[in-house]
């Protein structure tokens, strides 16, 4: 199966050059040197905005080139599949300027855009140093004086806080604060020279390179028109860009989890003990094809979710929360597993592998935390707990927006950022079309289409399904002191929601793979990731149906590969 997605991210990554080649600016080895100095990639990074990536930060409604969410999705994995310090570094941008897409007028989004895609660096000033990702909390001010705000105050660590010529600012509007009292402006750093003072780098564990700092003004002042939206708007522009946010953070794991497969696979395919390959010992065999398996689990909730951005808007405030807790949870879980099948070598330095294991540990560990930790993503599921019980037992369907987001030969419709909502109103179309799914499923199983096995565990994730709802509508919500056992429910609703996607996008694809392709035709692929969410569901998965995946495994690593049923190839995937 070749998605246009997909093959664009093909041609886009051959403009990358090799990762492997010395001679290449944006190549394993060099990316881990820059670690080594925890030094910025600015050569890297000006090669990305020669290939004219900036430009794929901006709407095209707003002059720029993007059109397509998805596209975007896969144009970061592949920057954080070299090395996430450049992803960080160089598509924070875009998250600086997503409130501009959100919230801003026609006028202020298309100069932004273009100062964007001429090279402009943008961060987002959310986080305080006393207060986190509190922003009620937030202590920097913005004070109406006539014609123009002065702002006072720290925002700290800031992601390219220094580096940044603009920064999008959350500040309090209102001395009261409160839902209403922040506002966001765009603050030109460009055009208030000596307001305001650069904090030192913070030196981090992981993503050594990047600019984590922070920007302290002192009486800024900035013109009124520099309000994004609406006054005192800021909290809601910042919580609806965050469903964006959240939602494409699952390319900064799907990357890293790309790069440590490979090595992993490289070296179990290379080393021998016991006489024998490692690879052929089942220890080892069953660890890689259940990592496997969680790999495309999370790519194929990434995929949809993004997809959702177009088709499904309304649903985003737990779309995007389930795929960021969901997604860089799962590959923190694959960097151990896969750590265990490299041994001492994951904890080598220097070129050991080609690219350094340990480096893509360290990285990645603060995926979680970006744009809200795993708790507070799990908190805003629960907060909708009681819609989404009642939307399931309702029935609800999500017609013509679920058919765009999991077939993925229907165009999409073009982003709406009117139609995005702090919360949910008829539930989550995927997990609520499960029960039409497991129809459809049976129905090709009387046909002989599908495997008795394969339905067998679609109907174990139903029943898994089925319990976490009643869950959830017991649930009693709470302000304070939430339960622990919400948190666990929330998980588990995650993962009922990672296996719905999975079905869902079986179903409506399998028509379009090729006939020979038996990770399609008998859905090997799905039964793998439905059988791996049961099991974290708690259910009964089945004989071991991810075994059965091994050999397609083995088959997409010698064939130089994308793990990905749809079978895209990048540079370096294939190696002399």
Request: net charge negative; charged share 20%.
């Amino acid at each position: 199966m070749r998605h246009p997605s997909y093959i664009r991210a093909e041609e886009f990554d051959r403009k990358l050059g090799d990762p492997y080649a010395d001679d290449t600016p944006f190549s394993f080895a060099g990316c881990l040197a820059l670690d080594e100095r925890e030094e910025f990639p600015e050569e890297i990074c000006r090669l990305l905005d020669d290939l004219g990536v900036p430009a794929e930060y901006v709407p095209a409604v707003h002059g720029g080139a993007l059109r397509g969410y998805e596209d975007l999705l896969h144009r970061v994995r592949l920057l954080a599949r070299r090395d996430l310090t450049v992803a960080i570094a160089h598509g924070k941008t875009y998250l600086g300027a997503v409130s501009a897409w959100v919230a801003a007028d026609d006028e202020q989004a298309g100069a932004l855009g273009a100062q964007i895609a001429s090279g402009a660096v943008v961060c987002w000033g959310l986080s305080e140093r006393e207060h986190g990702s509190d922003l009620l909390a937030g202590e920097v001010t913005a004070v109406r004086d006539g014609d123009r705000y002065v702002i006072s105050g720290e925002k700290w660590p800031i992601n390219n806080a220094t580096r940044s010529d603009l920064v999008c600012l959350l500040a309090r509007t209102a001395p009261g604060g409160g839902p209403r009292g922040f506002s966001l402006l765009l603050v030109d750093k460009r055009r208030i020279a000596g307001a305001f003072h650069s904090l030192p780098k913070a030196r981090t564990s992981g993503v050594r390179g990047a600019d984590i700092s922070g920007v302290c003004f002192t009486g800024a002042k900035v013109p009124a028109n520099a309000v994004l939206g609406a006054p005192g708007a800021g909290l809601e522009i910042v919580l609806k860009s965050l469903q964006l946010t959240r939602t494409l953070c699952a390319a900064l794991s799907l990357g890293p989890a790309d790069h440590a497969l490979r090595l992993a696979l490289d070296f179990a395919s290379a080393h021998r003990m016991y006489g024998r390959v490692l690879l052929d010992l089942p220890e080892v065999g069953r660890r890689l094809t259940e990592v496997y398996a969680d790999l495309l689990v999370a790519e194929v909730v990434g995929l949809l979710a993004v997809r959702s951005i177009h088709a499904l808007p309304a649903e985003l405030s737990v779309i995007s929360a389930v795929v960021k807790y969901l997604v860089p949870t799962t590959v923190d879980r694959m960097l151990d597993e896969l750590g265990q099948v490299l041994g001492a070598r994951a904890y080598l330095t220097g070129r050991e592998l080609g690219g350094g294991f340990q480096k893509i540990v360290r990285d990645h560990r603060i995926v979680g935390i970006f744009d809200g930790s795993t708790v507070v993503n799990l908190n805003a599921v629960i907060n909708q707990f009681p819609v989404l019980a009642r939307a399931y037992r309702a029935g609800k369907r999500a017609g013509a927006g679920l058919a765009a987001t999991t077939s993925l030969r229907d165009p999409l419709p073009a982003f709406d950022p009117s139609s995005l909502r702090l919360a949910v109103q008829d539930g989550v179309g995927l997990v609520q079309a499960l029960p039409e799914a497991i129809e459809e499923l049976t129905s090709l199983a009387g046909l002989g289409s599908v495997s008795p096995a394969l339905l067998a565990t679609a109907r174990a994730l139903w029943a898994e399904t089925e319990d976490v709802h009643e869950a959830m509508a017991a649930y009693r919500p709470s302000a304070r002191d939430v339960p622990a056992s919400a948190f666990v429910t929330a998980e588990r609703y995650a993962l009922c929601f990672a296996g719905a996607a999975c079905l869902l996008a079986w179903l409506r694809n399998r028509a379009d793979a090729p006939p020979d392709d038996p990770l399609w035709t008998d859905g090997r692929w799905v039964h793998a990731c439905l059988a791996r969410v049961v099991e974290l569901l708690g259910g009964e998965p089945g004989a071991e149906p991810v075994g059965t995946l091994a050999p397609a495994l083995l088959a997409q690593y010698r064939d130089g590969r994308l793990f990905s049923p749809w079978r895209c190839r990048l540079a370096g995937e294939r190696r002399a």
